[in-house]
């Protein structure tokens, strides 16, 4: 009976010896790593089975010895394997290095941890882990290149950013050479999108015509980037070109849709043209596709009634229509882009609500501040689209 339970005490305690070989052996594994001993004065070299799995070794060869392991190093790596050699054998605390060998044709990247096995004469060998880190260190790597080439798509869409705007300033006509009125004051704000990529096709044009009425024109170019922005500087020198005739808004419309149509391929714009009389204060004006003006008249702002007209570039043969509008002194008439109105977020009727309740405290203020103050009520820039504001104020 005693013997019994010392045998079954024994094949309890084998029991668990080989289970915690075999844990051992699964966390090595699950780590890639494995154990090594190289024992100094006898040459003897001992590797756990996960050794030879990093190595790629076949365990019949048996391990790699001490003298020989810096051929299976990469060259360039050598130095490295003789300093943690020599670092290990000089002090007592781990040293760690890393190094990459070749398996398979592959570069594989190791770290090894050693430590001098010591007796009371000094250290008789090595004792280590190694670990094959190639995943973590490709990864590495791979985040690296991500972030350079963030890096320079962010420095590449900046420099776009900066010619983009250039082009558009230079083409824009510049805001303080605008005519002096008797009548009126002309402010303008261009806000461009936050985002690089979204710089769009709008445009204004404030310009006296040969008869004294004021030129007044507002648009959008389908698209965005430097292609929306060069058919934009077509349609808006064409209109500029054609004013000239001294043709009323709605046949001026009518040339431009005919040049959209047949010369700028696969773009649409919207627009509105209008004159100005400064003695009469009667804005004649027409639209394609485009957004009415605001009139802000006695603490009320409102879009005027909009005549019919197709977008520019969307077919032929259909007439736009003319209207006319007399202001009052004291009225401040807006024309604007829809990335005024229009946000990803919300419906197009929420965003002209927002800026017909900040246009009404424009009245009876200076022009240039009350643009200011409208773009700030309504939030600022929209961040996926260009905004362009004209505004026109009729003196007393």
């Excluded at 004294?212 to 292609?227: C, E, F, M, N, Q």
């Excluded at 203020?365 to 409208?374: I, N, V």
């Amino acid at each position: 009976m005693g013997n019994a339970a010392v045998e079954t005490g024994l094949l309890g305690h084998e029991t668990d010896a080989e289970m915690l070989a075999v844990r051992l052996a699964h966390a090595q594994r699950l780590g890639n790593m494995g154990w090594a001993e190289w024992h100094l004065h006898s040459g003897e070299t001992i590797w756990s089975d996960q050794v030879y799995t990093i190595f790629g070794r076949d365990p019949a060869k048996g391990p790699i010895a001490l003298p020989q392991l810096a051929k299976h190093v990469e060259p360039a790596d050598v130095a490295a394997l003789d300093q943690l050699l020599w670092s290990a054998v000089q002090g007592v605390e781990p040293v760690q290095a890393e190094f990459r060998i070749r398996r398979g044709g592959e570069l594989r990247d190791l770290r090894v941890v050693l430590e001098p096995l010591m007796a009371p004469g000094g250290p008789i060998g090595l004792h280590g882990v190694i670990q094959d880190i190639t995943g973590r260190r490709r990864a590495e790597r791979m985040m690296s290149e991500s972030r350079r080439q963030l890096l320079e798509a962010r420095e590449q869409a900046a420099e776009e950013r900066h010619v983009m705007l250039a082009l558009r300033d230079a083409i824009l006509p510049d805001p303080a050479c605008f005519p002096g009125l008797p009548n009126a004051g002309i402010a303008v704000r261009y806000v461009p999108a936050e985002k690089t990529a979204n710089l769009g096709g709008d445009w204004f044009e404030a310009a006296p015509s040969p008869d004294g009425r004021l030129l007044l024109a507002i648009g959008d170019v389908s698209g965005h980037g430097l292609p929306a922005i060069a058919h934009m500087a077509q349609l808006r020198h064409a209109l500029v070109g054609l004013a000239m005739t001294g043709r009323p808004a709605n046949r001026l419309l009518d040339w431009l849709n005919e040049l959209v149509l047949h010369q700028l391929n696969d773009t649409t714009a919207t627009a509105i043209i209008g004159h100005l009389d400064p003695q009469t204060r009667v804005f004649a004006w027409s639209q394609a596709g485009h957004l009415a003006p605001i009139l802000v008249r006695d603490g009320v702002a409102s879009l005027l009634d909009q005549p019919k007209g197709v977008l520019l570039g969307a077919t032929c043969g259909r007439p736009y229509e003319p209207a006319t509008t007399r202001l009052r002194p004291g009225d401040v008439l807006l024309l604007f882009t829809d990335g005024l109105v229009e946000r990803r977020t919300r419906d197009i009727d929420v965003g002209l609500d927002q800026v017909l309740a900040a246009a009404r405290h424009m009245q009876g203020c200076d022009l240039e501040d009350g643009l200011d103050r409208l773009l700030s009520d309504i939030g600022g820039p929209n961040p996926e689209d260009d905004a362009c504001l004209l505004g026109v104020g009729i003196l007393g």
